[in-house]
């Protein structure tokens, strides 16, 4: 995590999002999405400033955050400090919340460690609960490349772990969790992973 350092960007970061980047654009649609989606008791992983809490109820709602910045900086605005931790390290107890989201934090976790992280959010749901995931990702490794060449931005695209849609199905097949996805624009997708005995 050191390589980008959150801590630093801490300051800076609630005004970087309003910039409408090729990351962040239409963020403030994906947060509501993203909240529109959610239900009871909500952990947010990855949690930065704590934005999304404009369209979230703070009483049901617990973060994580693995840079001391980012916590102090949300301390600073919403009155309470996220839990120190991160998705390979929840400190939660199993079965503890009814909806797991992440927004423009996943393309954090290596590849290789992606399903881990799946597993770990997985761990603290209750049975029937739901993950959402909403971040930089791409249908194939082949439209990552395709992607980077055309708008410019092979290097930016290589300096993360953007997720593909391909990888992220076969992660839920293995797990046993049906997923959903929705394009929002040309970069920003929101996966939904549930629990195969919930079909709402």
Do not use: Q
């Amino acid at each position: 995590m050191e390589r980008w350092d959150f801590d630093g960007w801490a300051e800076s970061y609630d005004e970087d999002v309003e910039t409408e980047d090729w990351i962040h654009r239409d963020y403030w649609r994906v947060l509501k999405l993203v909240a529109e989606r959610t239900k009871g008791l909500v952990l947010d992983v990855g949690c930065g400033t704590g934005n999304i809490l404009r369209f979230l109820d703070p009483e049901n709602y617990i973060s994580v955050e693995p840079s001391a910045g980012m916590r102090e900086r949300f301390r600073e605005k919403h009155g309470f400090e996220p839990l120190d931790g991160h998705f390979l390290r929840i400190p939660l107890p199993d079965g503890s919340v009814d909806t797991v989201i992440t927004t423009y934090a996943f393309h954090h976790v290596p590849d290789e460690e992606k399903r881990d992280a799946v597993k770990e959010m997985l761990r603290v749901l209750k049975p029937g609960g739901r993950i959402v995931i909403a971040d930089v990702m791409f249908e194939s490794e082949e439209e990552k490349v395709r992607i980077g060449e055309e708008d410019g931005l092979r290097e930016d695209i290589k300096d993360e772990y953007f997720a593909t849609v391909d990888e992220l199905r076969k992660i839920c097949t293995k797990l046993g969790l049906e997923c959903r996805f929705e394009r929002v624009n040309r970069y920003v997708w929101i996966v939904e992973m549930v629990t195969s005995d919930r079909k709402d």
